[in-house]
Structure formats: structure tokens, C-alpha cells
């Protein structure tokens, strides 16, 4: 996130290739949650039990960690928009214009939609407590 967050700022290509990014979020649970996890015996560890909870919630919960999974899903959609309008693409031959132009529209609608989905599930806070919590 830093190195993303750093190379749009700088308008310098991303440190770290996409491909090279594997690893999930962290577990979405709070203190209380992991800890009678822990105490019923019935997950190994914490990557087991992330899995579980991933696949038993069913409703959008608002928990201390979401507005840090907001952020990373953002910068993932912005890294996105990044690697395909920010960097400078050599223009392949044979292809006409009308064709480069559908797949940047297709590219574009793309991410619009991402965008939007994103900002339909972001966290609402009916009593914000800091900047962070509120809607704007």
C-alpha cells in the first residue's frame, strides 16, 4: 500500500510488480472473536479461521478493521487504473485506432464499475468517531 500510495505521488512506476503481491488481507475480526476461536479449539490457527469467518459472514459488518479494508481495496483499484493508464504504452502495430479505442472504453467501464462497487460497500458509521468513519 506505502509503495503505491508513494509511486502515484512521485508519479514513479509501482516498486513492486503486481504478480508479485500474494498475500491476503488479515483475518476481519475483533479481539473478543479470535479469542473465543482460540479457546474452543476449533481452528489450527489464524489463517483457518479467517477462512471460516470469510464464508460465514453474510451480512456487511462495520468492525475496527474496515476502514482499513477499504483503503487496501481502493489502492487496489487505483494500482489498477495506474498500470492501465499511467504508464506509457507503446503503440502496438496492426491494430487500428477503433479497436484501441474499444479496449480502452471496455478498460474504463471496467474500473468504473470497481469503483462503484467499492463505494457501495463502503463502511457507513452511524457515530463516526474520527475522520476516518465518516462518509465524505
Not at 503505491?4 to 483475518?27: D, N
Not at 468492525?63 to 483499484?77: D, G, K, P, Y
Not at 492501465?84 to 474500473?111: P, S
Request: glycine share 6%.
Amino acid at each position: 500500500m506505502i509503495d503505491r500510495y508513494s509511486s502515484i505521488t512521485l508519479i514513479r512506476p509501482f516498486a513492486i510488480p503486481e504478480r508479485y503481491i500474494r498475500i491476503g488481507f488479515p483475518v476481519d475480526a475483533n479481539d473478543e472473536e479470535i479469542e473465543a476461536a482460540e479457546a474452543s479449539g476449533a481452528f489450527l490457527d489464524l489463517d483457518s479461521f479467517g477462512s471460516a469467518s470469510a464464508l460465514t459472514s453474510t451480512t456487511m459488518r462495520t468492525t475496527e478493521m474496515s476502514v482499513f479494508f477499504a483503503c487496501l481495496r481502493l489502492r487496489q483499484i487505483t494500482s489498477r487504473i495506474n498500470i492501465e493508464f499511467g504508464g506509457k504504452k507503446t503503440r502496438q502495430g496492426g491494430k487500428n485506432d477503433t479497436t484501441a479505442r474499444g479496449v480502452i472504453y471496455t478498460g474504463l467501464d471496467k474500473l468504473l464499475k470497481d469503483l462503484q462497487h467499492w463505494r457501495s460497500s463502503t463502511p457507513v458509521f452511524h457515530s463516526p468517531k474520527n475522520l476516518y468513519e465518516m462518509q465524505d
